[in-house]
């Protein structure tokens, strides 16, 4: 069975950090994109950032660059994203996804498998 966790979120103040967690199972890790995706109340959901672990290749959207990092572990099948200089407007639901594919994509819509989700507040 495919199971993607998240976790990590909370509220934190404008200019704070937060690390989420993405802990994969049930798939073969190395050849799936693990994406990013952040969605906000009325707004459509928005990929963030993608990783596919056996090539190092990452991805960003533009309005994280800088700010966000995301990394793997591929010992423990868990994706991280690192969420520094936060903003009110990063306020959403965060979603971590899989794809089994060579070609990257940050469209959600590609995406097979969706963990359940995490909230991050950012307050002003």
């Known amino acids: 069975e495919v199971q993607l966790v998240e976790s990590g979120g909370g509220l934190v103040q404008a200019g704070g950090s937060l690390r989420l967690s993405c802990a994969a199972s049930?798939?073969?890790?190395?050849?799936?994109?693990i994406g990013w995706f952040r969605q906000a109340p009325g707004k459509e959901r928005e990929g963030v950032s993608c990783?596919?672990?056996?090539?190092?290749?990452?991805y960003y959207a533009h309005s994280v660059k800088g700010r966000f990092t995301i990394s793997s572990d591929n010992a423990k099948n868990t994706v991280y994203l690192q969420m520094n200089s936060l903003k009110p407007e990063d306020t959403a639901v965060y979603y971590c996804?899989?794809?089994?594919?060579?070609?990257?994509?940050?469209?959600?819509?590609?995406?097979?498998?969706w963990g359940q989700g995490t909230q991050v507040t950012v307050s002003s």
């Open positions: 990783i596919r672990s056996s090539d190092g290749s990452i």
């Open positions: 996804a899989a794809l089994q594919s060579y070609i990257p994509t940050m469209r959600y819509q590609e995406y097979d498998y």
């Open positions: 049930g798939f073969t890790f190395d050849d799936h994109f």
